[in-house]
């Protein structure tokens, strides 16, 4: 009997078959997307439980993974892709497409999601994968290559060369405790080290401090920080619930890490920013942030960004991922591309396939309704998007 002839498709709980954490720790390509820690935070998010497709082998050992998640959709078009109902791996989630250890399971757990699809009418089948050329295991699948994420590798004590290579002597606030080399980290070219050591120095000229939060209660502080900027970019931010859930579960595991950055002003200290990391295999994701728009000019992301990298540095982190951003050149893809990150793309999978669109600029309506978003009082955007992000 061949390979592909003693492979089985299945379907199992992510959060009861330990064959599925097994897999996800062992798999050198596997995320914290891909874990059952946020899985489990998606489904309190969603009121849903994860679809965990998988495909076993004759003596039962996970051969691929593919978590799913059922999403209703607006009923109207948003962005580049329609959000009409899907299934989806996984939603509000950067990337987290198919784990195999070998192109006969990962075709064989793909045709299985395809089947369940095909089981729902007018629903369609979303996978967003770092991969390419899934494609041509299954050709009822079509590819759009999507935005681009900016990854920076980490040098380690131990390959001196490498270290070498991306340090240099720098000015900065203060050495990292265990590592004395971190002072000198170079980001990029020269150019690009002078922003950032230019922004850095600057925060910590004007007070700015960073620590890790230790309460929920300043989770609590921040998600109005979070708030904040959400709506300055006219997004609908996720509900606190969702992040409360990250606290609870990812933390207790080190999955997860609240950096804020505080200032002292009029004998209190007052938090300016705060930025959630994801931690998992050896890989940093920087997730989520909040800070006042009025905070900008005080550069606390560039202090926590290299709290964080130091930090991950120090933790023995291989990969500090700095998370997706549209290669348009727009100030968020500026600001991740200054730290010498390499921009790698992101692809999104459907069937049945997406339609070709053409790309506009925002219609007058689009403009509109950002603006007037830019006005709702906080509270107001926390409402809204609570209710959006149930169909999105």
């Not at 996800?24 to 935070?41: E, F, K």
């Not at 200290?269 to 909040?290: E, P």
Request: charged share 25%.
């Amino acid at each position: 009997m061949s390979v592909a002839l003693a492979l089985r498709p299945i379907e199992l709980d992510v959060q009861k078959d330990p064959r599925w954490v097994e897999f996800v720790t062992h798999h050198p390509d596997a995320l914290i997307y891909h874990h059952p820690s946020w899985l489990a935070a998606i489904e309190a998010e969603y009121g849903q439980e994860c679809r965990g497709l998988a495909c076993e082998n004759g003596e039962g050992c996970l051969r691929a993974i593919l978590p799913l998640f059922y999403s209703k959709g607006l009923p109207f078009k948003v962005g580049r892709s329609a959000t009409n109902s899907r299934f989806s791996s996984v939603p509000r989630t950067p990337v987290a497409g198919p784990l195999a250890h070998d192109d006969e399971a990962m075709t064989a757990v793909l045709r299985h999601a395809i089947e369940l699809v095909c089981a729902e009418p007018g629903s369609r089948l979303e996978i967003r994968s770092r991969l390419s050329g899934l494609e041509k295991l299954v050709p009822e699948l079509s590819c759009v290559p999507w935005r681009s994420m900016y990854v920076q590798e980490l040098p380690t004590q131990i390959e001196a060369s490498p270290w070498e290579d991306f340090c240099e002597n720098v000015r900065l606030p203060r050495e990292c405790g265990d590592c004395k080399e971190c002072k000198r980290l170079r980001f990029g070219n020269a150019k690009k080290q002078h922003r950032v050591n230019w922004a850095v120095n600057k925060a910590a000229k004007l007070g700015l401090r960073v620590r890790e939060a230790e309460r929920e209660s300043e989770l609590t502080q921040w998600y109005w920080l979070y708030l904040d900027a959400m709506r300055h970019h006219a997004f609908p931010p996720r509900p606190r619930r969702f992040f409360e859930g990250l606290w609870r579960n990812l933390r207790p595991l080190g999955q997860m890490k609240l950096l804020v950055a505080e200032r002292e002003e009029k004998g209190s200290k007052r938090m300016i920013a705060g930025s959630i990391f994801l931690r998992f295999g050896q890989t940093v994701f920087y997730a989520f942030t909040g800070c006042s728009r009025r905070d900008f000019e005080l550069h606390p992301h560039d202090l926590i960004q290299l709290e964080s990298i130091r930090d991950s540095c120090r933790n023995g982190y291989r990969w500090y991922d700095f998370g997706e951003a549209s290669s348009e050149g727009d100030g968020l893809a500026q600001f991740k591309g200054k730290w010498g990150t390499e921009a790698k793309p992101l692809y999104r999978y459907y069937h049945p396939a997406q339609a070709e669109e053409h790309h506009s600029k925002p219609s007058r309506l689009v403009s509109l309704a950002r603006h007037s978003w830019r006005s709702l009082p906080l509270g107001l955007t926390a409402a809204i998007g609570e209710r959006i992000h149930r169909y999105m």
